[in-house]
């Protein structure tokens, strides 16, 4: 069982830049972690995601040279470093882990962390 809580989410002007942290409860060594997103009346969509050793990375095209998706499987962290942020940014983002390919079906969720750019 891996519990996941995401942080650093919060109220940004357009331009910004803001660090979500994911931390695990368990061991997330062995588990692919991506990061996704939902906006008010929008489905959710996969943002980022990084291999069981970070390796790999997999990106959106919307965040593709703007976000950057790292782990540190000592801490069981997983990081979304965001810069250039927009408006169109604006969502509730959730970490998700599972043993192969982190999807919208993934094993494991956060609850989310709100990420609100201004204009």
């Known amino acids: 069982q891996v519990h996941l809580v995401e942080s650093g989410g919060g109220l940004v002007q357009a331009g910004g830049s803001l660090r979500l942290s994911c931390a695990a409860s368990g061991r997330i060594s062995s588990y692919t972690m991506g990061w996704f997103r939902q906006a008010p009346g929008k489905e959710r969509e996969f943002v980022a995601a990084?291999?069981?050793?970070?390796?790999?990375?997999y990106y959106a095209d919307s965040v593709k040279g703007r976000f950057t998706i790292s782990r540190d499987n000592a801490k069981n962290t997983v990081y979304l470093q965001m810069n250039s942020l927009k408006p169109e940014d604006t969502a509730v983002y959730y970490c998700?882990?599972?043993?192969?390919?982190?999807?919208?079906?993934?094993?494991?969720w956060g609850q989310g962390t709100q990420v609100t750019v201004s204009s």
């Open positions: 990084i291999s069981w050793s970070g390796g790999s990375t």
């Open positions: 998700a882990a599972d043993v192969v390919v982190v999807t919208t079906q993934a094993d494991y």
